[in-house]
């Protein structure tokens, strides 16, 4: 089971299920996963945890700037970055600092997402996103620039990023 995975191309991807054969609908769920070492006997509760190796991410995305101000925006699109493109169906609890440790899973981004209006001032949307677990840590390169943060980061370390023009476009 430890080499299994689903591939991920979109949010969606991460969630598993099947028809409803009365309404039609797909009824889906994020994966769990669960471990346990014992001998099951008569009535005895099966004592385990289940750990959830997909996180539901909500995001709200508001815009602060100002109308007519010199600091006013417009946010056109999000996007999440260097998604990991595998989702393994079994984690071990004690992940390392640097999951996944296999280096050579690649990392995708999901598709941009456009509002229906680009968010001017005051405005603001909400979203909600899955993601497979990715990697974690400090980029030690980042310095006084904070671009280098994304510039930097490893394979695998999810970042969202905001497209926006300013006043001059």
């Given at each position: 089971?430890?080499?299994?995975?689903?591939?991920?191309?979109?949010?969606?991807?991460?969630?598993?299920?099947?028809?409803?054969?009365?309404?039609?609908?797909?009824?889906?769920?994020?994966?769990?996963?669960?471990?346990?070492?014992?001998?099951?006997?008569?009535?005895?509760?099966?004592?385990?945890?289940?750990?959830?190796?997909?996180?539901?991410?909500?995001?709200?995305?508001?815009?602060?700037?100002?109308?007519?101000?010199?600091?006013?925006?417009?946010?056109?699109?999000?996007?999440?970055?260097?998604?990991?493109?595998?989702?393994?169906?079994?984690?071990?609890?004690?992940l390392p600092a640097e999951y996944p440790v296999v280096s050579d899973i690649k990392s995708i981004d999901y598709p941009a997402v456009d509002p229906a209006d680009d968010l001017t001032c005051g405005e603001s949307s909400d979203f909600t996103v899955y993601?497979?677990?990715?990697?974690?840590?400090?980029?030690?390169?980042?310095?006084?620039?904070?671009?280098?943060?994304?510039?930097?980061?490893?394979?695998?370390?999810?970042?969202?990023?905001?497209?926006?023009?300013?006043?001059?476009?």
């Open positions: 089971l430890k080499k299994r995975f689903m591939t991920v191309s979109e949010s969606l991807d991460l969630l598993v299920g099947a028809k409803n054969p009365t309404t039609g609908d797909v009824d889906k769920h994020l994966v769990f996963t669960g471990f346990a070492e014992t001998v099951i006997s008569g009535t005895e509760p099966l004592n385990f945890r289940l750990k959830r190796n997909v996180a539901k991410v909500h995001i709200t995305i508001r815009n602060s700037s100002t109308s007519a101000a010199e600091d006013r925006v417009t946010i056109r699109s999000w996007q999440l970055c260097q998604v990991p493109s595998a989702s393994f169906l079994v984690n071990g609890y004690d993601l497979p677990v990715n990697k974690r840590g400090v980029v030690s390169a980042v310095g006084d620039n904070p671009a280098n943060k994304n510039a930097f980061a490893p394979n695998g370390a999810t970042y969202l990023q905001i497209n926006a023009t300013d006043k001059d476009d």
